[in-house]
């Protein structure tokens, strides 16, 4: 079976649970296991800030950057099919208690006018517009990449408001490996940033918030209220550690597999595929519409592929570390046979 469903399906290398089952630990929501801080460390100079905290997840380190950022009450831009209001279960009417503004994108950079325009006025009935996030890549418009300029613009813009901005940068090393561009450089515009590990870069678990070192102070309160202090970390923190190491250098290569694997979808016309969206190590595709995504996902099955859904009519397919060329050669052929199976055309 060629898992196609995502790149957070990856385990551990054999080297990788090598250095997880040596790595030193201690507890740290004392701060005392030394794995986790050196972890911690490493994360925040790679990104240019003060400090940064790691959590389980990214769906935490992003709900606590809005529970900081914000007040009850206030209002959070963020894109129409952002990962924070699509897939995070409406974490943050739970719990920074915020209502989420959704601009629609082609491809997960919100235009700059409208950006504009959904600014709130200071009159005191209105809600507070406090924070804008930005996704990069984005998942749902295919691994796209935000341009550094376009970060830029709408840093500038909204700091001439007073407002806060934050990255979920879950796959920003994808980002960096598809543009040359640095992660500190990324990340420089930003307040906050949020990255993981076990997406891409094949981590069994983890991702870091990152930002001044009094907000990552508070952070770590927001941590422990959350549920995320996790003791002895450092075993996973070791994974981490080593997966910034040893694999963001390989990232191009599952660039590489999703390009070839698209263009040999594109070439058999079986299936739409707008080539401009492959960026990075997704692709995104509109299968057959007289089917269900259901119905056509159990036909790939068959065929020995698994898929996701990505936007409506849209299949997903993400490339990772135990994907080969090969393997993206015959996913896409599978896929061509489903497609021309019985009930789908």
Request: with cysteine; proline share 5%; glycine share 6%.
């Given at each position: 079976?060629?898992?196609?469903?995502?790149?957070?399906?990856?385990?551990?290398?054999?080297?990788?649970?090598?250095?997880?089952?040596?790595?030193?630990?201690?507890?740290?929501?004392?701060?005392?296991?030394?794995?986790?801080?050196?972890?911690?460390?490493?994360?925040?100079?790679?990104?240019?800030?003060?400090?940064?905290?790691?959590?389980?997840?990214?769906?935490?380190?992003?709900?606590?950057?809005?529970?900081?950022?914000?007040?009850?009450?206030?209002?959070?831009?963020?894109?129409?099919?952002?990962?924070?209001?699509?897939?995070?279960?409406?974490?943050?009417?739970?719990?920074?208690?915020?209502?989420?503004?959704?601009?629609?994108?082609?491809?997960?950079?919100?235009?700059?006018?409208?950006?504009?325009?959904?600014?709130?006025?200071?009159?005191?009935?209105?809600?507070?517009?406090?924070?804008?996030?930005?996704?990069?890549?984005?998942?749902?418009?295919?691994?796209?990449?935000?341009?550094?300029?376009?970060?830029?613009?709408?840093?500038?813009?909204?700091?001439?408001?007073?407002?806060?901005?934050?990255?979920?940068?879950?796959?920003?090393?994808?980002?960096?490996?598809?543009?040359?561009?640095?992660?500190?450089?990324?990340?420089?515009?930003?307040?906050?940033?949020?990255?993981?590990?076990?997406?891409?870069?094949?981590?069994?678990?983890?991702?870091?918030?990152?930002?001044?070192?009094?907000?990552?102070e508070e952070a770590r309160r927001w941590r422990k209220i959350l549920g995320g202090g996790m003791r002895q970390a450092g075993?996973?923190?070791?994974?981490?550690?080593?997966?910034?190491?040893?694999?963001?250098?390989?990232?191009?290569?599952?660039?590489?597999?999703?390009?070839?694997?698209?263009?040999?979808?594109?070439?058999a016309a079986v299936v739409e595929v707008d080539l401009e969206r492959v960026q990075t190590n997704i692709v995104v595709f509109?299968?057959?519409?007289?089917?269900?995504?259901?119905?056509?996902?159990?036909?790939c099955r068959r065929e020995g592929v698994l898929l996701s859904q990505g936007l409506p009519g849209y299949a997903r397919a993400?490339?990772?570390?135990?994907?080969?060329?090969?393997?993206?050669?015959?996913?896409?052929?599978?896929?061509?046979?489903?497609?021309?199976?019985?009930?789908?055309?």
């Amino acid at each position: 079976m060629i898992d196609l469903r995502s790149d957070t399906v990856t385990q551990p290398t054999e080297e990788m649970r090598r250095i997880m089952a040596q790595a030193p630990v201690g507890d740290d929501v004392f701060g005392e296991d030394p794995s986790v801080n050196a972890l911690q460390e490493y994360v925040a100079e790679l990104l240019g800030k003060e400090a940064a905290l790691f959590v389980p997840s990214g769906v935490m380190g992003n709900q606590i950057a809005l529970a900081l950022h914000c007040r009850p009450g206030d209002e959070v831009i963020v894109e129409a099919a952002s990962h924070i209001f699509t897939y995070e279960t409406a974490a943050p009417a739970v719990i920074a208690r915020v209502q989420l503004c959704c601009l629609p994108s082609a491809m997960g950079q919100i235009p700059l006018e409208e950006l504009q325009r959904a600014l709130r006025p200071r009159e005191y009935y209105f809600p507070r517009t406090a924070l804008l996030c930005l996704e990069n890549t984005h998942n749902r418009h295919g691994g796209t990449v935000l341009p550094l300029s376009y970060i830029e613009q709408a840093a500038e813009l909204v700091r001439r408001y007073g407002i806060a901005l934050h990255c979920d940068g879950a796959r920003l090393w994808n980002a960096c490996a598809a543009t040359g561009i640095t992660p500190r450089q990324y990340a420089e515009p930003f307040d906050t940033v949020m990255v993981c590990f076990s997406k891409g870069l094949g981590a069994p678990v983890g991702s870091a918030l990152v930002g001044s070192r009094a907000f990552i102070e508070e952070a770590r309160r927001w941590r422990k209220i959350l549920g995320g202090g996790m003791r002895q970390a450092g075993i996973l923190a070791a994974a981490a550690l080593y997966a910034l190491r040893h694999h963001r250098e390989r990232l191009q290569e599952d660039h590489e597999h999703a390009r070839l694997f698209a263009t040999l979808l594109a070439d058999a016309a079986v299936v739409e595929v707008d080539l401009e969206r492959v960026q990075t190590n997704i692709v995104v595709f509109r299968y057959p519409q007289k089917i269900s995504f259901a119905a056509f996902a159990e036909a790939c099955r068959r065929e020995g592929v698994l898929l996701s859904q990505g936007l409506p009519g849209y299949a997903r397919a993400v490339f990772h570390l135990h994907i080969s060329r090969q393997q993206a050669c015959e996913a896409a052929q599978r896929i061509i046979r489903a497609v021309r199976s019985p009930g789908v055309v």
